[in-house]
């Protein structure tokens, strides 16, 4: 048997252990006095805490803890902490990638395309005018276009009922 911890001795001084570990348990403790001077102590602590009389709570105990209890003040919701200003920081530096993208988009194309571009530009645009056509000719494109539609506009006016109901709950 390896070491007996504190935990296993209120055990079995509380019957918590089944008959076969309780035994060897019991053989163990019989052979090393300490842990017998343990729980001998643990069972006179457990008999003196069993001859204790138990006192009753008034009769209106739960209703003074449930009215203490309302008059605490509730937690507000958590907050973030968060800084605006790096928020509006990460929003500037966004803004000026972006900006600085088509700038540099706008200063690096040609004023006037060339012969070649544009015969290769009107062979594009015809494949891609009908593989649209063809696209939006679709029904079930449409269908599942109005379908997301349908579902994103369930979910805004969710989101926009439960704020209304929120702010009348709290006012």
Not at 49 to 54: E, G, V, Y
């Amino acid at each position: 048997m390896n070491r007996i911890t504190e935990e296993q001795l209120w055990d079995l001084a509380d019957g918590l252990i089944q008959e076969p570990q309780a035994g060897e348990l019991m053989r163990y403790i019989e052979e090393h006095p300490v842990l017998k001077k343990k729980l001998d102590e643990i069972k006179a602590l457990n008999a003196s805490l069993a001859s204790i009389p138990l006192e009753a709570p008034s009769a209106n105990f739960t209703a003074k803890v449930m009215a203490q209890w309302r008059t605490e003040t509730s937690p507000s919701a958590l907050k973030t902490l968060v800084n605006r200003k790096i928020i509006y920081g990460i929003a500037a530096v966004f803004g000026v990638l972006i900006i600085s993208l088509l700038i540099y988009t706008i200063g690096s194309t040609t004023p006037e395309p060339s012969a070649q571009y544009m015969a290769k530009s009107e062979q594009v645009q015809e494949v891609v005018n009908s593989q649209i056509d063809s696209f939006l000719g679709n029904k079930t494109f449409w269908f599942s276009f109005l379908m997301i539609d349908a579902v994103l506009l369930l979910v805004f006016i969710d989101k926009w009922i439960s704020g209304k109901r929120l702010k009348n709950e709290l006012a």
